[in-house]
């Protein structure tokens, strides 16, 4: 009989990130953390020592890489601050993808995994934060309004994710990214 693939620790955080996404820390069994992977739970301690915590860590990882390639990296450079930004914003869209997108970093924020992951996921929110504000700065937008409207394009993404699984599409996403391209504060 042959061997099944082996995943690659890329393609096993993208089996046990939807677990988590959807279930929180305290949520995800280890039987469904296996489940999801297609591995035993042993065969998941060997990968991961520590267990869970050592699994949603390395989710993670993975979804700050995947942050920091289509959000914050836009946002960084040069180009035009208008570009940069709607370039950030369509990278939000396809960050939070599926037909009901699910944000990481909020199921992690859920339970116990508030005591482990919640220091890590402030660093993150803060460099979104940040990489928006430097854009905004660029396009003349002062210290105070930028913050402000940073704040306030973060805090509809997430209200938008909220709203995503309430109504079961990825609609309210989609409405809130088209409407904050429009509404930038740019000339």
């Known amino acids: 009989m042959a061997r099944p693939a082996r995943l690659t620790k890329t393609g096993l955080a993208e089996k046990l990130s939807p677990v988590f996404e959807r279930y929180g820390y305290d949520g995800a ?7 999801a992977t297609g591995l035993s ?4 301690y060997h990968h991961f020592p520590r267990g869970k915590e050592d699994m949603a860590l390395y989710a993670l ?13 836009p946002l960084a ?20 993808g599926g037909d009901i997108p ?7 924020l859920l339970g116990e995994g508030r005591v482990l992951f919640a220091d890590r996921i402030a660093t993150a929110v803060t460099a979104w934060r940040q990489g928006l504000m430097a854009a905004l ?12 409207w940073a704040r306030e394009m973060i805090e ?11 109504s079961g599409t990825r609609e309210p996403l989609e409405t809130c990214l088209d409407a904050l391209i429009s509404e930038l504060p740019l000339s």
């Not at 370039?87 to 939070?96: E, F, I, N, W």
């Not at 699910?102 to 992690?108: D, G, Q, V, Y």
């Open 41 to 44: 739970k042993a065969s998941l």
């Open 29 to 35: 069994s280890l039987s469904m953390l296996a489940a």
């Open 156 to 166: 509809r993404i997430q209200g938008a994710l909220v709203l995503c699984r309430v």
């Open 61 to 73: 990882a993975h979804a700050g890489a995947r942050l920091q390639k289509l959000i914050l990296a």
């Open 102 to 108: 699910h944000c990481l970093m909020n199921s992690l």
């Open 137 to 148: 700065s660029d396009s003349g937008v002062l210290g105070a309004e930028a913050d402000s």
């Open 77 to 96: 450079g040069k180009d035009d601050p208008r570009d940069r930004l709607e370039a950030s914003l369509a990278g939000t869209g396809r960050y939070y």
